[in-house]
């Protein structure tokens, strides 16, 4: 097993810092280098200095916590280049996709390298056999390509394409090196044009361009058929063009044509006029300010309208009212295999896009086997991980039916490859399947289903939800997930925890502990973990002015978070996603939470006018007691954690919540891959259970008094003055400081918990029967968005 400790990225453009970037956030020292600058009066490493600069500024940062900057050093290629490859464990390469350039850099980097030192190339598509010709046989031997996907940190794709003569175990420590320390999707390619994710992807999206324009389809519908309603992100075909760049779009489809003769679909497949039209006048997309799409004027409501482009008469025109029934029928249906099905089948425009799309898609990826890789599997991650579609493409196949759409695609005269009419002929109906709660994919060279691999580091609830639930509700459902531990998933819309889900969590905790079980997970799979608190029941409470319900509401949400404590199993939270509101109180009141890099931590509450609710002041109470200590000076630390609260501070990272107060170092970990956060949690509640002992409510709980009301209500002063909130803001301050500090208490003392519980629940209710808050809770209803008044 091979020990990294320091890696060196050579070049310092956008890939090349997001990369040097995320390896700081999996805790590596990382040096970045590139050419030096010889102006007068400017230093020497400005490059990739600026480079590093410009990255960190970055809105959302490639960075987990600004601080990790300081795992990065920078440096150029003459005065650094020797020193540092000798104390590289890995030498990635990320300067300009031009041939002779890498290899002038590699000539070098083989002369200087340590013998067995790793050095990989993040080429999108320049074949790394060519790479490595005229290289020594250490280098080859320890030389692959790497491919990141843009932006680094967040798609977690990584293609890993050996070379010719590249050592199986390098091949293998890399896919497991950035599945187990980088968090990403490793993905085996062979070396060809374009690896597998932009080969495939790329020319599925000109493949749409050419359809919207022969369809005379308006860009939003298509965006919205081939964005959400496929289970895709919200950019669909257009917006993506013009977030990747039209310039490279262009780059990418001539490359793939220019270097695979054989491609039939790729041969056929023009830049079409009007992309040509966009580049040739500098609209390059986002980059330039405008592409398919640019900004227009704002409406009456003030909100900025996006023109998109009419790919008949070349004019930007204002988004009009989409009838389209397929638009229409996707709205309808929430199930997305389901939606998918329908939009196939639909037969109208929007219908034929959708069916011609996924038939060509189907057609092309069929023949890619065994070009880009021997694994259907492989495939369909790619473009998972590549282009976050949450199918890939012989998943999308399945979904219509194997047999369904082969014959679609002989309706439509598209060829298919012959190990797909061998399916059909042998009475195959998928090319996937479930057993057993395990995933199985056809292998082709084998001639029958295998076990996906790496599944044993991964919990799949929707493989799990086959089983008879061991409990289920309206909004909930409970799992066993092996070895005597229980999983208790959210299923309401956004997971917003409402009534069924509060009773689901009780009823869970209780059977758990009844059944002899080992502990709890909380987790669900779903991109975001909560939302938080039903708002909707709240607002409609408050403004019926229910208070005796409302106050019922809030103490069963508090004793919720409290059972969470008081358990007699251990609990543990697995998170992803947004963790708002009621979702950090819970979060907070675990034994312990195992969060995804990419988990969204905070007390929003603030908001919509209100406090946290839920138990969570209480907690940020606790948390702030058992940090203090004798003799230091306790207000900066109340003041602080009272700020991130009346400000609704959001962690952007798992990390970040360290510092906010969400998360402690003490109990909680962060793991960089997403999908095995709930296998984690199982792990931690079976390393918890072997000599839990549960929690005693707490009665020593430090709070300030009248002292840090005084401070608190300084520092509410000043943010007035400052005009950094309203007169409502400041009430809401006042009320959180009122719990934090005990009440009006007349010196420092110890509280209990119930003490705490019974301010904060107060304040909550004072405040839903303020006007601007019952304002601010339907504003953020109506519009998903908060109001400041």
């Not at 040097?20 to 230093?43: E, Q």
């Not at 968090?183 to 070396?191: P, R």
Request: with cysteine.
């Amino acid at each position: 097993m091979r020990n990294i400790k320091h890696i060196v990225v050579l070049g310092s453009g956008i890939m090349g810092s997001g990369i040097a970037c995320h390896f700081a956030n999996a805790g590596f020292a990382v040096t970045m280098l590139d050419l030096p600058s010889r102006d007068p009066g400017v230093r020497v490493n400005y490059l990739a200095e600026q480079a590093l600069k410009k990255a960190v500024k970055q809105k959302p940062s490639p960075l987990y916590k600004a601080s990790y900057i300081s795992r990065i050093e920078t440096g150029n290629f003459e005065d650094d280049l020797a020193d540092a490859l000798q104390k590289a464990d890995w030498i990635i390469e990320v300067v300009v996709e031009k041939l002779d350039v890498k290899k002038a850099l590699f000539e070098k980097v083989d002369t200087l390298r340590k013998p067995g030192t790793l050095v990989t190339s993040n080429t999108s598509g320049i074949p790394i056999r060519l790479m490595a010709e005229g290289r020594s046989g250490d280098f080859k031997k320890h030389f692959a390509g790497t491919h990141f996907f843009n932006p680094v940190r967040y798609l977690p794709l990584l293609e890993i394409i050996p070379g010719m003569e590249t050592d199986p175990e390098v091949t293998t420590f890399l896919m497991d090196f950035g599945a187990n320390f980088l968090g990403k999707q490793t993905v085996l390619c062979k070396d060809t044009p374009a690896f597998i994710a932009n080969r495939i992807g790329v020319l599925s999206m000109a493949g749409v361009f050419m359809l919207t324009e022969e369809l005379g389809l308006p860009l939003s519908a298509v965006d919205k058929l081939t964005g959400p309603a496929l289970g895709r992100p919200n950019t669909g075909t257009f917006r993506l063009a013009d977030l990747v760049g039209l310039d490279t779009s262009i780059k990418v489809m001539e490359g793939i044509r220019q270097n695979c003769p054989d491609d039939a679909y790729a041969q056929e497949m023009d830049v079409p006029a009007f992309l040509r039209h966009l580049v040739e006048h500098g609209h390059l997309g986002n980059k330039s300010g405008q592409g398919f799409y640019r900004k227009g004027e704002k409406d009456e409501k003030g909100k900025t309208q996006f023109l998109s482009l009419n790919l008949q008469t070349l004019e930007y025109e204002k988004p009009i009212r989409q009838d389209l029934p397929s638009l229409l029928l996707s709205k309808q249906i929430s199930q997305p295999e389901k939606r998918i099905k329908a939009l196939f089948d639909a037969e109208d425009a929007g219908g034929q896009l959708i069916r011609r799309h996924l038939l060509s898609l189907f057609s092309y990826v069929s023949f890619r086997i065994p070009e880009v890789s021997d694994s259907i599997n492989e495939i369909d991650t790619a473009l998972r991980a590549g282009f976050a579609w949450k199918y890939g493409p012989f998943q999308y196949w399945d979904i219509i039916g194997l047999k369904k759409g082969y014959e679609a695609l002989q309706s439509a005269g598209l060829p298919v490859s012959p190990w797909v009419e061998k399916m059909i002929r042998e009475g195959i109906e998928s090319f996937y399947k479930n057993e057993d709660g395990k995933s199985y994919v056809f292998d082709i060279s084998q001639n029958k289903y295998t076990l996906i691999p790496g599944q044993s580091l991964v919990i799949n609830l929707d493989l799990i939800r086959k089983n008879a639930p061991v409990f289920q509700n309206d909004e909930s459902v409970l799992h066993d997930i092996g070895d005597g531990v229980l999983c208790f998933e959210f299923r309401s819309k956004s997971n917003v925890i409402g009534e069924y889900v509060l009773r689901g969590l009780n009823d869970s905790i209780r059977i758990a502990e009844e059944g002899g079980w080992k502990g709890l997970v909380i987790g669900n799979q779903a991109n975001h973990f909560t939302v938080g608190a039903n708002l909707m029941l709240i607002g409609m409470m408050a403004f019926q002015e229910e208070w005796d319900e409302l106050e019922d509401a809030v103490h069963f949400f508090q004793q919720t978070s409290m059972r969470c404590r008081y358990s007699t199993v251990p609990v543990v939270m697995a998170t992803q996603g947004y963790v708002f509101g009621g979702g950090c109180e819970f979060l907070m009141h675990c034994d312990g939470a195992v969060a995804a890099a990419e988990s969204y931590i905070g007390l929003v509450e603030a908001g919509v006018g209100l406090i946290p609710g839920g138990a969570g002041t209480k907690e940020i109470a606790v948390r702030l007691s058992d940090s203090f200590v004798e003799g230091d000076v306790q207000i900066p630390q109340l003041i602080e954690r009272c700020k991130a609260v009346a400000t609704a501070t959001v962690a952007t990272s798992a990390h970040e919540a360290f510092d906010l107060g969400y998360l402690m170092s003490s109990r909680d970990q962060v793991i960089l891959n997403t999908s095995r956060n709930i296998s984690e949690a199982k792990r931690s509640v079976l390393d918890l259970s072997r000599k839990y002992v549960a929690p005693v409510p707490r009665k020593d709980i430090l709070v300030l008094g009248r002292q840090g009301l005084a401070s608190l209500y300084a520092f509410a002063n000043e943010f007035r003055l400052g005009q950094y909130g309203s007169d409502h803001d400041i009430k809401i301050v006042q009320k959180l400081a009122w719990v934090l500090c005990g009440g009006d208490l007349t010196g420092a003392q110890h509280v209990t918990e119930q003490y705490l519980l019974d301010l904060e629940r107060e304040a909550f209710l004072s405040l839903c029967g303020e006007q601007k808050t019952q304002e601010r809770i339907q504003y953020m209803l109506e519009n998903n968005k908060p109001l400041r008044n």
